[in-house]
């Protein structure tokens, strides 16, 4: 009989429970104990819900307070000196050191953890916008089991009469994804983590768990021979003692030439991820042993369409006609928590192709009602509950036949053939302008030093000049007007009174404080991708479709559900009364084409590369209106550029092609001396650097504090006849995602370690990212120390 399986579920809560209770508990507002009946509320929660749903395995240990690569390592002792670990158990403080940097709070004193330690380096899982902490190990690393957490959140399940599948990230992965101190290769522990994992399975073997779920993701990705011989040496050590049946599962693309690797493990079972890697299931059936368990991810854990069921059914029919159905399992591709939790929630979701207010605030009152899409929209949808339904439904219709799910089966061809057909899908107009685009219009006027003379004389900026990344804090305030007004509480009229009242005491402070380009705040901006999606024709949005990006910080990931236009201008507004109030560059602030693309939920139906290409388009018309209105410096932020870069490198030729001509297709409309900088975020450089010089932004600036300017080794000439990175960095100097305020003596020190990779004439002085989950009370001293550190190049008292 086929098992309905599931391989992870969203954490957050329908209404974001955990966000909130991280919240309290880092405000001092609730305690430990609060916090703990929190998250086991939430545990009791979805494992009850996913077997309501009809989920034969149902995971557990896929909960995390803030990341599950973070857990493991703190599980294993994996914990750098400084924070406070000694023996047993990490302490919540220790956790939240390492995952925040420290703040000299009594109770990281307690545990003897140093204030002003940073947080471990954070960076995306894989190319999903889930970020996670990157574990800091070294060759002298003595590994200890801290604690058993599958066995005891399996307990905890058992305790409610629900018997899971716990899950773990593996032990190749996890010496994959971490970094060494020393330059050693993480791989090279191998031999000190396997007891751990060893005891950890004995642990619940003999507390009869009769499967384990051993999450291996690398094996999507290009793995050396060392690492195949790793996979070959864990998992012959890990057999031989006790321990429930494994399933290796393998996600977030096909396995390719690590197939053979997998198919040799001596595990129980093996979790294909068949969404993105469909075109090798007749490998896989070739490879995999019959009496090996397949586990068969034949509904997307990623994007939120409704699957296609009776296509999915012939699928699992065609594994079913070679092998028979009594070794298989039917499962989403990946863990669910890269979807929201349930679409019954919304309620009110409509698709809008109409109107939108300036601000960039949804009111229904003002939305035009053409073109939008009620109930047969909704109909094209499914989150994690919605899955569930799917996963169970394909493995009773397996298993009894088309008539046992005839109902979801109607439903499933009715919405199939809606979302094809719909006129509002599919633009004539949009199409048009697309085909007609030019590879001129991929191309800036000048070469970049002819830019850079006549922006030199245009901004008149010093050498190093300062600037933030976009946006100030979101306060409670400025969150409480947006609500008012889209409650109706607030007229239109009296919203722009208070924007411009924040604008203009925004650009006073920066301009007293000394910064060099100055931004408006964003304060009428939601998210840097809602706020564009909102005034975009071919974007869809929901109101609790919430997803976690790392820790408590939650994503509304807008879905793009049709071809893409921008109706009228989205910023010119604001960024221009923001530069009538001050002789100083204001910059105007847009989110890039692949940015906006890769932090939605993209339609299906269509290449990624032309949902781009239509969204570049609409930023392209963005960017020569600011022009027009007198900005002079334009930041197209691109944090999510090397996010989308595929996991295979055979397949990176392509995508990066056409990034860089998206990138450029959005800003090379423009005059030599309007000055076009772009933002990422963290990523790893080196492999891309060619493409980002492609991208001929004018400057860029990315995260590099925690990295303590080692991201910039990728600028930098690396080898005889090689040349540096031919624009102007920005190199971050105060980590934002952490509370801690960096001094002027920090700040200075990094300035000092990026002018020994840099040249002093490429580089600006920011912060590693904007500023809107930052308060005020950080956000005015830090700045200011950052000024002061870029008075103090300009006066020579920091050696080249």
Not at 121 to 130: C, H, Q, R
């Amino acid at each position: 009989m086929t098992i309905a399986s599931n391989l992870g579920f969203p954490r957050l809560g329908h209404r974001r429970e955990l966000k909130f209770a991280l919240e309290r508990f880092w405000s001092g507002e609730t305690d430990a104990a609060g916090l703990d009946d929190a998250a086991r509320a939430l545990r009791s929660r979805h494992w009850k819900l996913q077997a309501g749903h009809g989920i034969g395995h149902v995971p557990s240990g896929d909960f995390s307070l803030y990341d599950q690569v973070l857990d493991t390592a703190c599980m294993l002792g994996a914990v750098p000196p400084g924070y406070g670990w000694r023996e047993g158990p990490v302490s919540l403080a220790s956790y939240f050191a390492l995952a925040r940097g420290s703040r000299g709070t009594s109770a990281e004193q307690a545990v003897g953890i140093a204030p002003g330690l940073p947080a471990l380096e954070m960076t995306k899982w894989f190319d999903t916008n889930y970020h996670y902490l990157v574990p800091r190990l070294s060759a002298d690393d003595r590994f200890v089991l801290t604690e058993n957490r599958p066995l005891q959140q399996f307990r905890e399940a058992l305790a409610l009469s629900v018997r899971t599948r716990p899950v773990l990230l593996g032990p190749v992965s996890l010496l994959m994804l971490s970094k060494t101190t020393d330059g050693s290769d993480p791989l090279d522990l191998l031999g000190r983590v396997l007891p751990l994992y060893a005891e950890v399975l004995s642990g619940l073997a003999a507390a009869n768990a009769s499967w384990m779920q051993i999450d291996e993701p690398v094996l999507a990705l290009d793995l050396p021979a060392k690492a195949r011989a790793a996979f070959a040496l864990a998992y012959d050590t890990l057999r031989r003692g006790p321990a429930p049946d494994i399933l290796l599962a393998s996600y977030f693309g096909p396995l390719g030439d690590n197939l053979a690797t997998a198919a040799a493990l001596p595990v129980a079972g093996l979790h294909v991820d068949l969404v993105r890697g469909a075109a090798e299931l007749d490998a896989v059936l070739e490879a995999v042993p019959a009496e090996r368990w397949l586990s068969l991810g034949v509904v997307d854990g990623r994007n939120i369409w409704r699957s296609d069921l009776r296509a999915a059914l012939g699928v699992l029919r065609k594994v079913a006609s070679a092998r028979g159905n009594r070794r298989l399992m039917v499962a989403p591709s990946c863990s669910l928590l890269h979807v929201p939790v349930d679409l019954r929630q919304e309620t009110g979701l409509r698709l809008e192709t109409g109107l939108r207010l300036e601000t960039g605030l949804r009111q229904d009152g003002a939305l035009r009602q053409d073109g939008g899409l009620g109930a047969e929209a909704k109909d094209w949808l499914a989150f994690a509950e919605q899955k569930l339904d799917e996963v169970a439904a394909l493995g009773r219709g397996l298993d009894e036949g088309d008539a046992a799910i005839a109902a979801q089966l109607e439903a499933s061809d009715a919405a199939v053939r809606s979302r094809r057909t719909s006129v509002a899908v599919h633009r004539d107009a949009v199409r048009a302008r697309l085909a007609a685009v030019t590879p001129r219009m991929e191309q800036r006027d000048s070469p970049y030093a002819t830019r850079r003379t006549a922006q030199q004389a245009r901004l008149l900026l010093p050498r190093f000049p300062t600037t933030t990344i976009g946006s100030f804090p979101q306060t409670a305030e400025v969150r409480r007007a947006r609500a008012s007004l889209g409650r109706g509480e607030l007229t239109q009229q009296a919203y722009d009174g208070l924007i411009e009242g924040w604008i203009d005491d925004a650009v006073r402070w920066q301009e007293a404080i000394g910064l060099d380009v100055l931004v408006h705040g964003e304060f009428e901006r939601n998210d840097m991708v809602k706020y564009f999606a909102e005034q975009l024709d071919g974007f869809g949005f929901t109101r609790h479709g919430w997803v976690q990006s790392y820790g408590s910080r939650c994503v509304a990931p807008p879905i793009i559900w049709g071809d893409v236009a921008r109706p009228r201008p989205m910023t010119v507004r604001w960024s221009g009364y923001a530069q009538s109030r001050t002789q100083r560059p204001m910059k105007g602030m847009l989110t890039g084409p692949v940015t906006l693309l890769q932090w939605s939920f993209v339609r299906d139906d269509v290449p990624r590369e032309t949902v781009c290409r239509q969204i570049a388009l609409a930023v392209r018309d963005e960017v020569t209106d600011l022009e027009a209105a007198g900005i002079g410096v334009v930041q197209v932020d691109e944090p999510a550029f090397r996010e989308g870069l595929p996991l295979r490198r055979a397949a990176w030729a392509d995508y990066l092609g056409w990034a860089v001509a998206c990138f450029r297709l959005a800003t090379s409309g423009v005059r030599d001396d309007t000055s076009i900088h772009t933002h990422m975020c963290y990523s790893e450089f080196n492999d891309i650097i060619a493409a980002i010089a492609e991208m001929d932004a004018d400057a860029i600036s990315i995260e590099t504090t925690r990295s303590r300017m080692e991201l910039l080794d990728a600028f930098a000439p690396r080898g005889a006849g090689e040349t540096s990175y031919p624009a102007e960095i920005g190199p971050g100097v105060w980590d934002i995602h952490s509370p801690r305020v960096p001094d002027v003596a920090e700040m200075t020190e990094l300035l000092g370690l990026a002018r020994e990779r840099l040249d002093d004439w490429q580089i600006w002085v920011n912060p590693d990212c904007g500023l809107k989950t930052r308060s005020w009370q950080e956000v005015r001293p830090a700045l200011e120390n950052l000024v002061a550190a870029a008075r103090a190049l300009r006066g020579g008292r920091i050696l080249s």
